[in-house]
């Protein structure tokens, strides 16, 4: 579960460009949920997360995560129970290191239970995962990552950040480099992780009909805080132009063109 409270995030403090990136932010997600972030550029949907996951400091509030208190603590301890993909497909993997030694490394993250202790046990399993991503990758394990397809390197860096099942899962908008037949694909098997896993997720993304197709919630922000939050009917009723309406009526008429939301 993830819970924010308050949560400010300002960048060059006490300098003439100092800007409030978040704003007395507060959103809370029940473990299980799946959350679309959506927002025009500057809206703070990339800081929300790089606080979450501890990339950049809190002004104030309080972070939330697992049942624990996570506000003060560096990034590389919330790695451990935190999952992120980016944007670039180059960004989640070692590309000098093979598809299989990648994997490895992942599974040390979180809870070692969870994959056998035993080297020839391990790699059994690890290329088993690799076959249930349906891209050929289990006959590619030796070679390094450099050599894959971008497509092929965000669906493994995807792999890499759920299949440990981490507390938290961070996608940063994990499709927007891709062509749209690899969008589709990293999108479904996010969707069979999220859900098969039961995972917590927030997912950004610029693309509102994926918004509204995935996920069981959405979530608007603009200028650092939150504006809006459908879910349920709501959610299934939206339509982008209603949610461009929405957007028109939260920044005022004068910024009433649509890529400002779709940008």
Do not use: C
């Not at 301890?77 to 290191?97: F, H, K, L, N, Y």
Request: hydrophobic share 40%.
């Amino acid at each position: 579960m993830i819970r924010v409270d308050g949560l400010t995030v300002v960048f060059n403090a006490g300098t003439q460009d100092e800007r409030a990136a978040l704003r007395d932010l507060s959103i809370s997600v029940p473990k299980g949920q799946w959350v679309s972030l959506i927002g025009s550029n500057g809206a703070g949907k990339t800081t929300l997360l790089n606080a979450i996951a501890g990339s950049v400091p809190a002004a104030a509030g309080s972070i939330v995560l697992d049942g624990a208190e996570r506000s003060g603590e560096p990034e590389y301890r919330r790695s451990r129970i935190v999952g992120r993909v980016r944007q670039d497909p180059s960004a989640g993997t070692a590309p000098e290191m093979t598809v299989l030694d990648n994997l490895a490394l992942a599974s040390r993250k979180g809870p070692r239970r969870l994959l056998p202790a035993k080297p020839a046990a391990l790699r059994r399993e690890l290329i088993g995962r690799l076959a249930e991503l349906g891209m050929g990758l289990e006959d590619r394990a030796a070679e390094n990552v450099s050599r894959l397809s971008g497509g092929q390197r965000q669906a493994l860096a995807l792999l890499m950040a759920a299949m440990t099942r981490p507390a938290v899962l961070l996608l940063d908008e994990h499709t927007a480099a891709l062509d749209p037949r690899n969008a589709d694909i990293v999108t479904e098997l996010t969707r069979r992780f999220v859900r098969g896993y039961g995972l917590t997720a927030l997912m950004v993304t610029h693309d509102m009909r994926r918004a509204l197709a995935e996920g069981d919630r959405l979530v608007m922000m603009h200028e650092g805080t939150v504006v809006a939050d459908l879910s349920g009917p709501e959610k299934a009723g939206s339509s982008v132009e209603g949610l461009v309406r929405m957007f028109r009526d939260v920044r005022g008429e004068e910024y009433a063109e649509d890529r400002d939301l779709l940008s």
